[in-house]
């Protein structure tokens, strides 16, 4: 049985590739799934915790974060496209006109 | 070993009442979408809204005289006297938010939200929609979702539930600022920005309970409290779960650092969902944050007391040295919201939770700051709906010049939300910042509160400019002040009568905030 911390710096390694790839990023669909990379690290933590406790709950957490994974893409699609419709661009630099 | 034994769960009507009321209104709200005809929408979701709150807080304020508490649902939610005083601010300042949603008049017959916010602006399918009179009445059931949101947040038990709750209050409000029917560019580039950094803070907050799971081997609140005093293992786990929690919900009550979608999202959202943010989101994130500092966290406080007191002073300090060069209204707002998270972040830091008999713990004296800061902001947001130009609302301050000899009516009721806003005496805002800074002095802090009152002294400047450009410039061309419906008004004359109640009677709302005490554990 591989040691449960290997799987915890896997989840802090690929956060940490999604919190970059948010920061660096221009398109907002990436930096969108950049921030899906984040979750899903998470998950990976919630399922070693459970290893690690010998309980559930952190498994069952997985599978909330999953549906609100869900409905947050439902929105923040609706959002970008609705973007993306006006300007014809995704560009997080495009979007400029509220710095004053 | 029956893996699939299966244990209905046993939920407290009665005392869920109030939450379980705002959510199912929501539901009906989303049907009634679906069934009604266009004309008959705006008045059944309004009364549907308007009714759902009151009966909402009705059994609020009588579970509460019954003295109904407790770990409900399971241990997911825990209902005790601050989840009470907090609910009940909720509820009253959603529903006069939700007032100055159902504002028709002063924009032409029609509400402040887009006749159709799925088509191009500019585009022929706009233009149609907006002659048909067509309006989006699904910010009632939204705003519904985002207050029934909020609610679970600030009582949530377990950490689990504590996330659920953030996002079912942040998308519909994700939403909401996307829906202006004026400067709609602006509106979807704010809800395009709240949106990404909303997720990507919120991804920090999921990762900080990860963290703090891994570490205790539960959710609930008061499990990490004993796996924390009995430090079983890995104190960098703890610290940081407990730094990413922080970011998630110093993210929502917009501190420094994580400040900078708070004046972009002020001025792009539509202004009454505005002055919903401004108010209950805050309220809710505060509630939340003292609830996980205080009843999980608090064998750790000798680490997060510093960390958030250096928090407390940035905020501060950046606060209120954007606002002093701000030139629009709701960013001037928007940056006085941000110091203001400062000052409530003081009595979190000084944690005093055990006071002599009669004074105020520090979360009482943070509830009180919430309830004088809430009536304000609601006021003053309700007024900046009303100060229009032949385009819509005018939100630059040239155009607010003289004001007062166009309406004082409206000019002094602003004047003195800002009076309220600077901590003035007399007002809500000065009892309140007297409270948070008390408490933070009691918790050993006299440093913050002396940075903190220098604040607030220079604070009041840009305060006071509001009133001199008000009161003291030649009035400006081209703006003047539409006439509002009781919609508006109400909100704004409720507002100015309890800034002003709270300021030269508070002992009332106070007696009721120390009544409440402190957080369940």
Not at chain 2, 81 to 92: E, I, M, N
Not at chain 2, 196 to 216: H, K
Not at chain 2, 225 to 231: K, Y
Not at chain 2, 282 to 296: E, I, N, P, S
Request: glycine content about 10%; hydrophobic content about 60%.
């Amino acid at each position: 049985m591989m040691n449960p911390e290997n799987y915890l710096i896997l989840a802090a390694i690929l956060f940490s590739i999604g919190a970059v790839g948010v920061l660096v990023r221009r398109n907002a669909l990436v930096a969108f799934m950049c921030v899906e990379l984040m979750l899903n690290a998470t998950n990976i933590v919630l399922v070693a915790g459970s290893h690690i406790h010998g309980g559930l709950d952190g498994q069952v957490a997985t599978f909330f974060v999953m549906v609100v994974a869900a409905a947050e893409v439902v929105v923040g699609l609706a959002i970008i496209v609705s973007i993306f419709k006006t300007r014809r661009s995704t560009s997080v630099d495009d979007a400029n006109l509220l710095k004053l | 070993m029956t893996v699939l034994e299966f244990a209905a769960p046993v939920l407290e009507w009665r005392a869920l009442a109030p939450i379980l009321l705002v959510l199912a209104a929501g539901c009906l709200g989303i049907l009634l979408e679906a069934v009604l005809p266009h004309h008959l929408r705006f008045v059944a979701q309004m009364s549907l809204v308007l009714a759902s709150v009151v009966l909402s807080l009705a059994f609020l304020v009588i579970n509460w005289f019954r003295g109904i508490s407790g770990v409900l649902a399971m241990g997911s939610i825990t209902l005790d006297g601050p989840a009470y005083f907090l609910w009940g601010a909720l509820l009253v300042f959603g529903a006069l938010a939700f007032m100055v949603f159902s504002e028709r008049r002063v924009n032409g017959g029609v509400t402040a939200f887009a006749a159709s916010a799925a088509a191009v602006p500019g585009s022929v399918e706009e233009a149609e929609s907006a002659r048909a009179g067509r309006e989006h009445t699904e910010v009632f059931p939204l705003g519904l979702f985002a207050l029934g949101g909020m609610m679970v947040f600030l009582a949530a038990s377990d950490l689990i539930t504590l996330f659920v709750a953030l996002e079912v209050f942040s998308l519909p409000l994700y939403l909401m600022c996307a829906m202006a029917r004026r400067r709609r560019l602006l509106s979807q580039e704010a809800a395009l920005k709240y949106f990404l950094l909303g997720a990507f803070s919120s991804g920090f907050f999921l990762m900080g309970i990860a963290l703090l799971y891994v570490y205790s081997g539960s959710f609930d609140l008061a499990a990490i409290h004993d796996a924390v005093t009995a430090s079983v293992f890995g104190e960098g786990l703890l610290i940081a779960g407990l730094a990413l929690l922080g970011v998630g919900l110093l993210f929502k009550i917009g501190a420094v650092p994580f400040h900078s979608w708070t004046p972009d999202v002020y001025m792009g959202a539509p202004t009454p969902v505005t002055g919903f943010m401004a108010i209950c989101t805050k309220l809710a994130a505060v509630g939340a944050l003292l609830r996980v500092f205080y009843v999980a966290l608090d064998g750790e406080r000798w680490t997060w007391q510093p960390l958030l007191a250096i928090i407390a002073v940035l905020t501060m300090v950046v606060g209120i040295t954007a606002a002093l060069t701000q030139t629009d209204i709701k960013r001037l707002l928007a940056y006085s919201s941000i110091a203001h998270a400062g000052f409530i972040l003081t009595a979190v830091v000084g944690a005093s939770q055990i006071v002599p008999a009669g004074q105020a713990t520090s979360a009482a004296s943070i509830m009180f700051y919430l309830a004088a800061y809430g009536f304000a902001t609601i006021g003053a947001f309700a007024l900046v709906t009303m100060v229009r130009n032949p385009a819509g609302e005018e939100n630059g301050l040239a155009g607010w010049a003289g004001l007062a000899r166009k309406n004082p009516a409206v000019a002094g009721l602003m004047a003195l939300f800002m009076l309220s806003f600077a901590g003035i005496p007399l007002t809500g805002g000065f009892i309140g910042k007297w409270a948070v800074f008390t408490a933070a002095w009691r918790g050993g802090y006299w440093w913050l509160v002396i940075v903190a009152a220098l604040a607030s002294l220079v604070g009041a400047w840009f305060y006071l400019r509001v009133i001199v450009v008000m009161f003291g410039q030649e009035p400006a061309k081209g703006t003047f002040v539409g006439s509002a419906s009781a919609w508006t008004w109400i909100p704004v004359v409720i507002g100015a009568v309890a800034t002003l109640w709270l300021g030269m009677l508070p002992d009332s709302v106070m007696q009721l905030a120390t009544f409440a005490g402190t957080f369940l554990r």
